[in-house]
């Protein structure tokens, strides 16, 4: 292990040391959600919100592309489609700009990428069948965070939350 105590970025899947910045994203055919969590403090760093262009160009409100913030995260925890295999356009499409948005964030493969199936996180925040999921999860995820620091969160920002937390306890294991 590195002296710095941060993972060793040579081995995209080594995580020798507890995570303290997980970029949780939730990515979409047209819209893509990341949260930046600090798992030590469990406070929300920033928040973005990113549209996908017709010309295939990702931008925020103010129209800048997605690039990786001032606080680098120790791991990209991301929501990933469950393949079948008859899947619909939305997630081949949620696949493909995952993997595009992975590949603009992290050029180089240096920081630890994890996939986060939405099975994975229903059963980690201990979500049973017939449950409106979203709405049992957002409950959970304002307990964690408190409902000061989860104001102004909206629909995908949750899932991306959502992505970032379960990254962070799993690694704690």
Same mark, same amino acid.
């Given at each position: 292990?590195?002296?710095? +105590?941060?993972?060793?970025?040579?081995?995209?899947?080594?995580?020798?040391?507890?995570?303290?910045?997980?970029?949780?994203?939730?990515?979409?055919?047209?819209?893509?959600?990341?949260?930046?969590?600090?798992?030590?403090?469990?406070?929300?760093?920033?928040?973005?919100?990113?549209?996908?262009?017709?010309?295939?160009?990702?931008?925020?409100?103010?129209?800048?592309?997605?690039?990786?913030?001032?606080?680098?995260?120790?791991?990209?925890?991301?929501?990933?489609?469950?393949?079948?295999?008859?899947?619909?356009?939305?997630?081949?499409?949620?696949?493909?700009?995952? +993997?595009?948005?992975?590949?603009?964030?992290?050029?180089?493969?240096?920081?630890?990428?994890?996939?986060?199936?939405?099975?994975?996180?229903?059963?980690?925040?201990?979500?049973?069948?017939?449950?409106?999921?979203?709405?049992?999860?957002?409950?959970?995820?304002?307990?964690?965070? +408190?409902?000061?620091?989860?104001?102004?969160?909206?629909?995908?920002?949750?899932?991306?939350?959502?992505?970032?937390?379960?990254?962070?306890?799993?690694?704690?294991?």
């Amino acid at each position: 292990m590195p002296i710095s +105590g941060k993972p060793d970025r040579s081995n995209p899947d080594a995580m020798q040391t507890k995570p303290s910045i997980i970029l949780g994203i939730d990515p979409g055919p047209k819209k893509t959600s990341m949260v930046l969590w600090r798992t030590e403090k469990k406070v929300i760093y920033q928040t973005w919100i990113f549209d996908l262009s017709p010309d295939g160009r990702y931008t925020d409100q103010y129209g800048d592309p997605p690039r990786l913030p001032i606080l680098p995260p120790d791991v990209i925890a991301y929501e990933m489609p469950i393949p079948y295999p008859k899947a619909g356009k939305d997630i081949t499409e949620t696949a493909f700009e995952c +993997g595009c948005l992975i590949g603009i964030l992290n050029p180089d493969g240096a920081i630890p990428r994890k996939p986060i199936y939405r099975a994975t996180i229903k059963s980690h925040f201990g979500i049973k069948r017939g449950v409106d999921a979203d709405a049992a999860i957002r409950k959970i995820l304002i307990n964690i965070c +408190g409902k000061a620091q989860t104001k102004g969160i909206t629909s995908h920002l949750w899932s991306a939350l959502a992505v970032a937390i379960t990254a962070a306890d799993m690694s704690k294991t």
